[in-house]
């Protein structure tokens, strides 16, 4: 379901648009994911608008059945892409789950700044950006997953969020139709 109604005070959540991140495979070209966020960015600061850049440094602490990273890391892996043109007044979270909400401070960072509702961008749709959604409903913000600013290595678990998982958590929309928004907001 489109956007429909655009909260006095929003949040804009780029999760792991990072070197490390952006530089593997994915369903749709990264260079177009990584402008539309930086579009938005760009749009939610010119609002006075908060906007949180996510990236992720380390793995959850739980065991899977992939076991533990058997490979080290680029020291700028966790960097976020330059693109995004991160502000001083951007907050930075630093998570080691898929989630940005678990283990980190953002709740508490909107909830002092008054936001209602978040809007979400980034990689990928069915890890760390379906898991913030997820706790972004769960903890009661008005949910929007912009489409078209997000991306996936499997194409099917992109195409199942946001068909099927995204309308259950939130408004779905388009990176165009949120600029407008916030353009007419602001008039």
């Known amino acids: 379901m489109p956007l429909t109604t655009l909260d006095t005070i929003a949040a804009l959540i780029v999760i792991d648009l990072q070197k490390g991140i952006v530089a593997l495979p994915t369903v749709h070209p990264i260079s177009e994911i990584v402008s539309r ?20 440094t380390a793995a959850a602490p739980g065991r899977t059945d992939a076991g533990p990273r058997k490979f080290s890391l680029p020291d700028d892996w966790t960097d976020l892409v330059p693109e995004l043109e991160q502000q001083p007044d951007d907050h930075l979270v630093s998570k080691q789950r898929p989630g940005a909400f678990i283990g980190t401070s953002l709740d508490d960072y909107l909830r002092q700044r008054g936001v209602t509702q978040v809007f979400l961008t980034g990689i990928a749709t069915s890890g760390g950006v379906e898991s913030t959604a997820r706790s972004a409903h769960d903890y009661g913000y008005n949910v929007v997953l912009v489409v078209d600013a997000m991306t996936d290595r499997d194409a099917d678990a992109h195409s199942y ?4 998982m995204f309308p259950r958590l939130g408004e779905t929309d388009s990176t165009d139709n949120v600029l407008k928004l916030l353009k007419d907001a602001s008039s």
Do not use: D, I
């Not at 969020?161 to 099927?164: G, Q, T």
């Open 37 to 56: 966020s930086a579009l938005l960015a760009r749009a939610f600061r010119k609002r006075g608008l908060p906007v949180v850049l996510v990236n992720v």
């Open 161 to 164: 969020n946001v068909e099927k």
